[in-house]
């Protein structure tokens, strides 16, 4: 598989995880993230041995989308810290079906994960851990003759599953995501779901790092609202 490496320095490297790849080896006999940029690395700088490379955050195995990864063990710490204290931000745009109104709006939940059904379901103050977004309307189209809308969201936490959860609790689903919707079609295992931007401060130089990648699925494509965010150059 071609890696798409958007950036690499001594301590961290950014790559376009696509749909249908772990962010790390799982159950599931599928490649995952974690070991392709582990042999790109051993390959590119003729490493013996095992190679150092810290997860630091995911993107489900349907999701395509902007990921860092870390190539020390200081990198990966204060990347966490990062993401600990609400300092790392990570957008998405998101296909849901039916025609939203609001042109901004914010969710949040208390969401449980369900480890046997491998999905959230919606819990309480009590038993469950806050789940919050933020999201702005971005354009409407038809895709196969059904109303839907382009969202940016911006995850102010991040919790499993929490985009599909609750867009769909808010009776607006993914388009394809049938996990959480039977109203959603899914004709070509499609979720309408992409990680497009992840900012932060670079582990060691301590300036702010943007990477963003604009989509190329056709369904992404159907919105001019892509237009509307500012695409940079890597």
Request: glycine share 6%; proline share 3%; net charge positive.
């Amino acid at each position: 598989m071609n890696l798409k490496i958007l950036y690499e320095d001594n301590h961290i490297v950014i790559v376009l995880k696509p749909a249908g790849v772990l962010s790390q080896a799982g159950d599931i006999k599928q490649p995952d993230m974690v070991n392709l940029l582990k042999d790109y690395l051993k390959k590119k700088y003729n490493k013996p041995g095992n190679v150092y490379l810290g997860l630091v955050h995911r993107l489900d195995i349907n999701v395509a989308g902007v990921m860092v990864f870390a190539k020390t063990s200081k990198a990966a710490n204060r990347l966490s810290e990062q993401i600990r204290n609400h300092e790392f931000t990570k957008k998405y745009l998101a296909i849901a079906y039916g025609e939203i109104k609001e042109e901004t709006g914010e969710l949040e939940d208390y969401l449980v994960k369900d480890n046997k059904e491998r999905q959230a379901i919606l819990g309480n103050k009590s038993n469950g851990k806050l789940a919050k977004l933020k999201y702005s309307l971005l354009g409407k189209t038809k895709i196969n003759k059904k109303d839907f809308s382009l969202l940016d969201i911006e995850l102010i936490t991040g919790r499993f599953h929490q985009i599909r959860f609750q867009l769909a609790n808010m009776n607006h689903p993914l388009y394809g995501d049938t996990k959480y919707s039977d109203a959603s079609p899914n004709k070509e295992f499609f979720i309408g779901l992409y990680a497009y931007q992840i900012e932060f401060l670079h582990p060691t130089k301590k300036e702010k790092m943007v990477f963003n990648l604009k989509p190329t699925h056709r369904y992404f494509r159907e919105f001019e609202g892509l237009n509307k965010i500012n695409w940079r150059t890597v």
